[in-house]
Structure formats: C-alpha cells, structure tokens
C-alpha cells in the first residue's frame, strides 16, 4: 500500500483512487489534463505584484505586504509550501512590524492555479491565523473551488515524491 503522505486527512475512499491512479501510472495524466498549463511568474517582483494585486482585490483593509518571494529554502518535510510572518522590530521609539510571504520555489513551475491557491492561503493568515472555518471560508471566498485546489495541489506533490518510472 502506497504511504500518502500529503493527503492523510482525507477519506480513505479518495486515498484509494488516488493509490488506484498511482498503480495503473495514471496520475500525471489526471493532473495534466486538470492543469496543463504553468504560470508566469518566474521572480520575486512578479511574485509580489501577483500577491499585492490578488491582496487589493480581497483584502484592502489588511496590513501591508513588505516582501514576497520565492524561497529555496521551505522545506515540504515540514509541510511547508509558503510561510507568513511578522516581523516586529523597534525602530528609533517605534515598534514596526514587517509582513512576509515566502513561496517554495517548486512552485515556479507550478500551474497557475496551485500558485494562486497557495498566495490566497498566506494572504488569509494575515486576517486569521488559525486554519479555522473562518480561515478556510475567506479561502474560498477569495478563490472560489479552493477546497479541490488544495487537493490537486496535494495530489501533485504525491505526484512529485513518486519514484521516476523504469
């Protein structure tokens, strides 16, 4: 029986299609077909106007972005696939928080709507930081099919921890 990792919190029945596709070497046809394309954005700056544009159309009232950027360094051992943070320093009399989105660079040759699902997950932490029914209705909200997103996108990275064909 094949371990699942990224998809453990799912129902066994859907695991076991998933195990199905796996055994008759069918998996990258089924997320080829779903997501034949690969996005765009390629740099950091592309990165950022792609968060700052999706922020402005959901999220106008939350807390500016300082950065965002593609990192070499997330590790999907720790499941994970971008990282939010906030920074506080003091600054002179002043306490000043910097707001941070960083994307594992697998994604840069993702397809679009595994991006889009992943900076709509970082951007909702930074008006609820628990993965609570608020956090995941403003998800959805800001991208409608979110739930099926974030399956295909767990389903890809089964995908991508299989070992090459003979």
Known sequence: ???????QAYPPALQEQVRQLIARGQLADYL????????????DKALYNYAM???QEYLRNAPAID????????DLTHRALGLHTA???VQ????????EIRIASLFKDAAPQFLQMIV???LAHFRESDHNKAFYQLCEHMLPGYQQLEFD??????????PPPP
């Open 53 to 55: 544009a999706l922020k």
């Open 67 to 74: 950065k965002v950027l593609f990192d070499n360094r997330l």
């Open 1 to 7: 029986m094949t371990a699942l990792k990224y998809l």
């Open 153 to 162: 996108l767990r389903v890809y990275l089964t995908y991508r921890d299989l």
């Open 87 to 89: 920074v506080s320093r």
């Open 92 to 99: 002179g009399g002043k306490l000043k928080a910097k707001k």
């Open 120 to 122: 709509v997950h970082e």
């Open 32 to 43: 080829s077909q779903r997501y034949p394309d690969r996005h765009a954005v390629q740099s």
